[in-house]
């Protein structure tokens, strides 16, 4: 067996000490003598699988008490109906600060629903940048306010929120969730993905203000209301067991690593790590602004794109895999999500250095 360096954007590289517990324990979890993923949802042993992986999770992010966490399905992408079906009352406004194609996708289905206003944009210079405080338009009297704290696909992150007043602040966290400690009671709602930073696809957190729950609109599909989902407990029909699981192990693993201001300090040398050589480099260019920087996400384009074909190339040859930057962006795109270990970043950047030798 060989495992590569994986910088795929999602679905991502996870702990390997976390796929090898799931390999260990595949046909007999804790001696039930079945597998995770044959388990009734109600049994007593995946009902102890799924409240310990809340209370870890709530353990690891300093979750309060007046929020709740949910484990459901349609990926972040559902959210963007399901927030605005839930938070906005007819001819009610939200606003939402475009920081990408994510961002867009939200406020596409949020025009569905509600009036929005945009508060902010860095559309100008294709999403290189976050608007600051002073650029936002912000309406004090919107139903909520959406960010993407961290643009997957342009590399920025937001490393200082927004204050929105007494406007709840709704987040789409997808790709930096778990990656730093965040003050959640700053949130009105946060939203993520599992597939970036928490486990395999399939599984959406939701942790949500309760004051938010139980005013969805009317013709709101029962499965799409948070209420539903919050009064079971995640389990009102069957929830994404076996990613639920993963991700319980995953929340075991970064409590065994010393909790999210660890993850952070690793997740910062190795993110300085990249953009040094990146920076030092004349052959390699970050088209982000410097202080808005991803610690995730990190794309970079070569001084010849010609090349871009032969970098790719000898990057596999080396088990550097999934380096292709998005087609909005072009060039590379080097996803270092927490499970991406600081010997892969060495590696990439090692590659990285012979291949401006050879090629510049
Ligand atoms: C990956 C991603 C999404 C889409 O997630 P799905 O689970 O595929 O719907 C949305 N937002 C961000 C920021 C992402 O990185």
Known sequence: ????????????????????????????????????????????????????????????????????????????????????????????????????????????????????????????????????QEQLQLNADAAYCHITTNNTIFGTEYHELPDTGEVPLVADMSSNILSRPIDVSRFGLIYAGAQKNIGPSGLTVVIVREDLIGSAREATPRMLDYKTHADAGSCYNTPPTYGIYMAGLVFKHLLKLGGLKAVENLNRRKAAKLYTAIDENEFYNSPVRRQDRSTMNVPFTLAKPELDKTFLEKAESKGLVNLKGHRSVGGMRASIYNAMPEEGIDALIEFMKEFSERYA
Not at 36 to 49: A, C, L, N, P, Y
Not at 70 to 95: C, H, I, K, W, Y
């Open 1 to 132: 067996m060989k495992r590569v360096c994986n910088f795929s954007a999602g679905p991502a590289t996870l702990p390997e000490a976390v796929l090898q517990q799931a390999a260990d324990e595949m046909l007999d979890w804790h001696g039930s003598g079945m597998s995770v993923m044959e388990m009734s949802h109600r049994g007593k042993e995946f009902t102890d699988i799924i409240t310990t992986a809340e209370s870890d999770l709530r353990e690891l992010m300093d979750i309060p008490d007046q929020y709740k966490v949910l484990f459901l399905q349609g990926g972040a992408s559902l959210q963007f109906s399901m927030v605005p079906l839930n938070l906005t009352r007819p001819g009610e406004s939200a606003d939402y600060i475009n920081t990408g194609s994510w961002s867009k996708k939200a406020i596409a289905e949020a025009e569905r629903y509600c009036s929005v206003n945009i508060a902010g944009s860095s559309a100008d210079d294709n999403f290189t940048w976050i608007p600051t």
